[in-house]
């Protein structure tokens, strides 16, 4: 069975702080993990996978197997980062994304 | 360039009620999905279809829960005598492609709410 557990239902940073969004998953094959963002009334849209080694709006992800983590960092935050983000498996098949509960980040001014 | 579609937006029925949740997907999309979200959870996978084929349904947490999508582009998901714990969001999300680690694209949703 896959698990993805995200540890932290709200975090709130300063602007200009560091963010790290917390991000651990549990899966017996090879993984395909993402980043969603959900912005206030907006859909649910994705940020960005490990595939792609990409940053996106500042964003970065790194998995690494061996702790079993997905985590979700950007070195300055904005108050435009203020939104939902959920951390997602993707099965081998390709089939189900399993999201974790979401964490919710506030930047405060 | 319209991205994915759902209808209704809202939707309020009493319990027992049967509903019709529909969604249009992104054209062109063989992959489409289908994920129940309750109050302050993530979305939970329900089924999924590769064209008009059902390839994955065990999501679906009861018989009363159905799904179709006929002609392999617009879907409709039933639920039949609505139960309160039915209540959530229902998104649709579709991709281009069968092959894996396409990413998704969501709807905007439909609540749904039993009372």
């Known amino acids: 069975a896959q698990r993805v557990t995200q540890p932290e239902k709200l975090l709130s940073v300063f602007k200009g702080a560091p963010v790290e969004l917390k991000c651990n998953y549990s899966?017996?094959?090879?993984?395909?993990l993402f980043w969603y963002v959900q912005y206030s009334r907006q859909r649910l849209q994705l940020l960005l996978r490990h595939i792609s080694r990409e940053s996106i709006k500042g964003f970065t992800a790194d998995l690494n197997k061996g702790e079993t983590s997905f985590h979700l960092k950007k070195p300055f935050a904005q108050e435009e980062d203020s939104a939902m983000y959920y951390c997602?498996?993707?099965?081998?098949?390709?089939?189900?994304?399993?999201f974790g509960g979401g964490t919710r980040l506030m930047v405060k001014p | 360039g319209a991205g994915v579609s759902q209808s209704p937006r809202y939707k309020v029925a009493k319990r027992g009620q049967d509903v019709a949740l529909r969604c249009d997907p992104i054209s062109g999309h063989v992959s489409l999905f289908w994920y129940q979200q309750a109050l302050g959870q993530g979305p939970e996978f329900l089924t999924y279809?590769?064209?008009?084929?059902?390839?994955?349904k065990s999501g679906l947490p009861s018989d009363r829960f159905f799904a179709e999508r006929p002609e392999g582009s617009v879907s409709t998901l039933k639920i039949q005598r609505t139960q309160q714990e039915d209540s959530a969001v229902y998104l649709c999300?579709?991709?281009?492609?069968?092959?894996?680690?396409?990413?998704?694209?969501f709807g905007d949703g439909t609540r749904l709410s039993i009372l």
């Open positions: 279809f590769q064209n008009e084929a059902q390839l994955d």
């Open positions: 997602a498996l993707l099965n081998n098949a390709g089939n189900m994304l399993t």
């Open positions: 899966y017996s094959g090879s993984p395909e």
């Open positions: 999300a579709s991709s281009p492609r069968t092959v894996s680690n396409q990413p998704q694209h």
